[in-house]
């Protein structure tokens, strides 16, 4: 007969293991009471009790699924080093730590919740080791009420999962096809709404719709002041991907915005692209259509790194834009403010199609086609054009008083820097070209060519006039400065060009222009100035 103690004379299935010799003060090995008491009972369907106390256990125990293990408040297991208590069946303690030897005690039972303290862990929270679902909910009812309803008045989270294995932390399978939603986060307090911190190198949120029905995959209502998104990537993979199959018209992406922030907004402090937009398919859809009908940018880009700012890649050959913004509003169609190393805006074009095509339709002569307004020590403008193409094609066909290009520069830089190593013409100019012309007064003479000046030319030669180039240094290799008689006379009173203090023109300080009419162009060379014409 087995020893079942006569207090739980209504509960025979109970087993206590101090009846059967357990001593339970952490010193004396209690293997041999714990396993009597467990052989004890009936097919090894019951409960085995352990009373408060510290159970010494030499030797490796295996219970059956049969078996509860029930620990009152203070007991404990006591596993030596090396050795394994495994148990596939439930567990019945409070939150508290239940082994505290060397050894291991293995838990298999499938879809168990167990306390994270009962192996020595720190948190207050339920946590399941295995590959199987921790907690399944099945709502079979059609009635309005939720699957599972969190009530949080606390400062940590409604719902924390920490996911160790290779499945998803967190899996959502919407079949119904009505108009709910398949996850819905209500949030009327300050903080975000969702926040997935994602570390390993799978996907941070894998949203799979498969139904055709009019639901959002993902609907978050946020009334605080806290991002309705934040998502912290420290991993190599993609932070947000987006992956639509269907060949309907609708948008991968949809963001409604009525408030002064941002619609999507992305702090990206990593070497991968922020945001990442791949465009396969042949159609002529664009791969990202921006229509801004407010005040503020459509697309607003702050790149602070050495990377780049925006990464178009269009690999398809089909005749979809690679970015189309229609833009209704009085802001910019696309404002980048660029305070890194890496370049603002970076076009890599392969194919025969132009690299940037700008279509200005408005006639008004207010806005330009393209305004670039450089304030910096760099180039405003750089095009690296390697191949037979057009670096840049500007065609401006309407008739209104609006520049196709417009670039105002107030820095040391070029406003525009053309590198050209290709067949092709750097600048193919098919129609008028307009330059500065400088005419200086009688009384501006000897005159001092300005950085800002091209073309001087002298209106009377009255007496003899002198035009002093500007120095080497500040003007910078490559400067052309082109200086013409416009009066006619110059035969009589001649115009000298002068080098800057004992700078020289072809080798002589002062250069004399004495033939009627005559035009002469000089070329800032890097040491001197060189007569070109």
């Known amino acids: ?52 106390g510290t159970y010494k256990i030499s030797s490796n125990l295996a219970f059956a699924a049969g078996t509860c293990l029930r620990f009152d408040a203070g007991s404990a297991l006591s596993i030596d080093n090396t050795k394994v208590v495994t148990h596939s069946g439930t567990v019945e303690a409070g939150n508290w730590q239940i082994q505290v030897g060397l050894g291991t005690l293995t838990l298999t039972a499938r879809q168990m919740l167990v306390w994270d303290r009962w192996t020595g862990g720190a948190s207050d929270r339920l946590v399941q080791s295995l590959n199987i679902g921790l907690l399944a909910l099945a709502k079979t009812g059609t009635g309005a009420g939720v699957c599972l309803d969190i009530s949080n008045d606390g400062t940590g989270y409604g719902l924390g999962i920490t996911q160790s294995g290779a499945a998803n932390g967190l899996y959502v399978n919407k079949t119904h096809t009505g108009n709910v939603v398949a996850t819905r986060i209500d949030n009327a307090g300050t903080g975000p709404s969702l926040q997935i911190n994602q570390n390993a190198a799978g996907m941070t949120l894998d949203l799979n719709k498969t139904n055709t029905g009019a639901g959002n995959v993902i609907d978050i209502v946020n009334a605080g002041t806290g991002y309705a998104v934040t998502i912290a990537q420290s991993g190599e993979s993609v932070c947000f991907f987006v992956n639509k199959t269907a060949t309907g018209a609708s948008d991968a992406v949809s963001i409604e915005n009525a408030g002064t922030g941002r619609g999507m907004y992305f702090v990206q402090s990593g070497a991968s692209n922020a945001l990442y937009v791949n465009k396969t398919h042949t159609g002529g859809n664009s791969a990202i259509a921006i229509i801004n009908a407010g005040t503020g940018a459509s697309l607003f880009i702050n790149q602070n790194g050495d990377g ?27 404002l980048i403010t660029q305070s890194g190393n890496g370049i603002a805006l970076q076009i890599d074009q392969t194919y025969a199609a132009t690299g940037l095509y700008v279509n200005k339709t408005n006639t008004g002569a207010g806005g330009t086609g393209i305004a670039i307004t450089q304030a910096g020590t760099g180039d405003a403008l750089e095009v690296n054009q390697n191949n037979a193409g057009i670096g840049i094609d500007l065609n401006k066909t309407n008739t209104g008083a609006g520049n196709c290009i417009d670039i105002a520069n107030a820095g040391t830089g070029y406003g525009l820097l053309v590198t050209q190593t290709g067949a092709a013409a750097a600048i193919n100019i098919q129609g008028g070209q307009k330059i ?39 003007s910078g290799e490559g400067t052309v400065i082109v200086v013409k008689d416009e009066s006619g006379a110059c035969s009589v009173n001649n115009i000298s060009v002068a080098g800057s203090g004992v700078e020289l023109i072809d080798g002589v300080n002062i250069f004399t222009m004495n033939s009627n009419y005559q035009c002469s162009k000089f070329m800032n060379n890097g040491t001197s100035w060189s007569i070109i014409t």
């Open 436 to 474: 500065k012309r400088t005419a200086p007064a009688a009384v501006a003479f000897p005159y001092q060519v300005l950085l800002t000046d091209y073309y001087v030319g002298v209106t009377d030669t009255a007496a003899p006039r002198t035009v002093t180039l500007p120095t080497i240094a500040s």
């Open 1 to 52: 007969m087995p020893l079942v103690p006569s207090s739980y004379s209504n509960e025979i299935r109970r087993y206590n293991v101090r009846r059967f010799g357990a001593k339970g003060d952490g010193i004396v090995d209690d293997y041999a009471a714990i396993l009597a008491a467990y052989t004890a009972i009936p097919g090894s369907v019951g409960e085995l009790f352990f009373p408060a």
């Open 308 to 334: 780049i700012g925006v990464d178009l890649n269009k690999t398809s050959t089909g005749a979809g834009n690679c970015i189309d913004i229609a833009n209704a509003g009085i802001g910019n169609g696309i």
